[in-house]
């Protein structure tokens, strides 16, 4: 069996973050604060977070935040969750997670003095009388009245709450239990999970429960190795983890496991080590969808998907941990650094991530445990949750 390369692997990460004009950094521009959270945690579980400046990090990390007070992927981009969480993560890492407003609203919209006040809740209500707005002036014909709307509204996290306790990841709607997990997070590591109606987030997540055990994106959908994690690691952040059947799911999660020693994320699919470790959540669907379009072989993200959703249910002795270790550090540049989905293909620092955070959960020596759940290293959650 090899061994981590530890410096190779930082080499690797400094050089992804000094990269802006090349095709692949262009094309991942809309990802690059979720690659800021993969390259800076990755430094942080092997000890070497110094290696990167932390005022310019926090700097450029500050500019992709809106006015709305959520995160874009990068300066001028769009707020989404998916951001959002990368932000504060990356702040939690250089312990200034105070640097931001945490309660900051969008904005309260006066459109012209009102003689009547319609409160307005809905998201798609409020895009609606925006354009209507710029449309017709400042009357709302269409409520077939003269009231003058006053905006007053948010896109803070617990305002993407729905009525079913599921949330949505932007203005536009979307809803998938990713979202749930990467909202509960969010909160959780702000301190503000009472913002949201907790009982209701744990509903909607138990509704996307499968007979296999497993949960998918929302009810009814396939079971899948990154949605179980979202699912279960939201649970147990939120002490609800009485409601998994740990033994089903733990046969479903232990048989991803193939003769490589890899990870899979669904039934019939070859391994990858992001499977070893899941996370982001924090994915943006184009790079899910790259993963899965690619799926003839196993690959090392889902080292991360499985093996923490195993550890959260005390089921990680089923899995053969050392075959596990071996399939990831084959799947280093043994030359430049970083870590690719299967032994021999492109490294990225995504793979780079999710193998490096797989080894720590398998308790790979000199490298600093990472929680399962919260997906940063143990001490860091320490310092933010408990004070210490």
């Given at each position: 069996?090899?061994e981590?390369?530890?410096?190779k692997?930082?080499?690797?990460?400094?050089?992804?973050?000094?990269?802006?004009?090349?095709?692949e950094s262009?094309?991942?521009?809309?990802l690059?604060?979720?690659?800021?959270?993969?390259?800076?945690?990755t430094?942080?579980i092997?000890?070497?977070?110094?290696?990167?400046e932390q005022?310019?990090?926090?700097?450029?990390?500050?500019?992709?935040?809106?006015?709305?007070?959520?995160?874009?992927?990068?300066?001028?981009?769009?707020?989404?969750?998916?951001?959002?969480?990368?932000?504060?993560?990356?702040?939690?890492?250089?312990?200034k997670?105070h640097?931001f407003?945490?309660?900051?609203?969008?904005?309260?919209?006066?459109?012209?003095?009102?003689?009547h006040?319609?409160?307005?809740t809905?998201r798609?209500?409020?895009?609606t009388?925006i354009?209507?707005t710029?449309?017709?002036?400042s009357t709302?014909?269409?409520?077939?009245?003269d009231e003058v709307?006053?905006?007053?509204?948010?896109?803070d996290?617990?305002?993407?709450?729905n009525?079913?306790g599921?949330?949505?990841?932007?203005?536009?709607?979307?809803?998938?239990t990713r979202f749930s997990?990467?909202a509960i997070?969010?909160?959780?590591l702000?301190?503000?999970?009472d913002k949201?109606?907790?009982?209701?987030?744990?509903?909607?997540i138990l509704?996307?429960k499968n007979v296999?055990?497993?949960f998918?994106c929302?009810?009814?959908?396939?079971?899948?190795?990154?949605?179980?994690?979202c699912?279960v690691?939201a649970?147990?952040?939120?002490?609800?983890?009485?409601?998994?059947?740990?033994?089903?799911?733990?046969?479903?999660l232990?048989?991803?496991?193939?003769?490589s020693?890899?990870?899979?994320?669904?039934p019939?699919?070859?391994p990858?080590?992001c499977y070893s470790?899941?996370?982001?959540?924090?994915i943006d669907r184009?790079v899910?969808?790259?993963t899965?379009?690619?799926?003839?072989a196993?690959q090392?993200?889902?080292?991360?998907?499985?093996?923490s959703?195993?550890i959260?249910i005390?089921?990680?002795?089923?899995?053969d941990k050392?075959?596990?270790?071996?399939f990831i550090l084959?799947?280093?540049?043994?030359e430049?650094?970083?870590?690719?989905?299967?032994?021999?293909?492109?490294?990225?620092?995504?793979?780079?991530?999710f193998?490096v955070?797989?080894?720590?959960?398998?308790?790979?020596?000199?490298i600093?445990?990472?929680?399962?759940?919260?997906?940063?290293?143990?001490?860091?959650v320490?310092?933010?949750?408990?004070?210490?």
């Amino acid at each position: 069996m090899g061994e981590l390369l530890v410096g190779k692997h930082v080499k690797y990460i400094i050089t992804v973050e000094k990269r802006k004009d090349d095709f692949e950094s262009v094309v991942m521009e809309h990802l690059r604060l979720n690659g800021a959270y993969w390259g800076l945690t990755t430094l942080d579980i092997m000890g070497k977070l110094s290696a990167v400046e932390q005022d310019e990090v926090i700097s450029w990390v500050m500019q992709c935040q809106h006015e709305s007070g959520g995160f874009g992927g990068n300066i001028g981009h769009d707020p989404h969750v998916l951001y959002t969480l990368s932000a504060i993560q990356v702040l939690a890492l250089f312990d200034k997670i105070h640097v931001f407003d945490i309660d900051k609203r969008v904005c309260n919209v006066n459109l012209t003095k009102p003689k009547h006040v319609v409160k307005l809740t809905s998201r798609v209500l409020i895009t609606t009388v925006i354009f209507s707005t710029l449309a017709i002036g400042s009357t709302i014909k269409k409520f077939g009245c003269d009231e003058v709307v006053d905006l007053t509204f948010q896109l803070d996290i617990a305002g993407l709450q729905n009525e079913d306790g599921s949330f949505s990841g932007d203005i536009w709607g979307e809803v998938d239990t990713r979202f749930s997990y990467i909202a509960i997070l969010s909160l959780a590591l702000l301190h503000r999970l009472d913002k949201v109606d907790v009982g209701k987030a744990v509903k909607y997540i138990l509704s996307c429960k499968n007979v296999d055990g497993g949960f998918g994106c929302t009810p009814g959908a396939e079971s899948h190795a990154g949605q179980i994690f979202c699912c279960v690691a939201a649970l147990a952040i939120t002490g609800s983890l009485h409601h998994v059947d740990k033994d089903l799911l733990g046969w479903w999660l232990c048989e991803r496991q193939v003769k490589s020693g890899g990870l899979n994320g669904r039934p019939e699919k070859l391994p990858d080590v992001c499977y070893s470790c899941y996370i982001e959540f924090f994915i943006d669907r184009s790079v899910l969808s790259f993963t899965e379009g690619h799926v003839v072989a196993s690959q090392v993200c889902y080292s991360w998907w499985v093996l923490s959703s195993l550890i959260m249910i005390d089921r990680v002795h089923w899995i053969d941990k050392g075959k596990l270790v071996k399939f990831i550090l084959d799947c280093q540049d043994k030359e430049n650094g970083g870590i690719s989905d299967r032994p021999d293909d492109a490294v990225d620092v995504f793979h780079t991530y999710f193998g490096v955070a797989g080894l720590s959960l398998l308790e790979y020596p000199g490298i600093k445990p990472i929680d399962p759940a919260y997906a940063l290293p143990v001490d860091v959650v320490n310092r933010v949750m408990l004070g210490r």
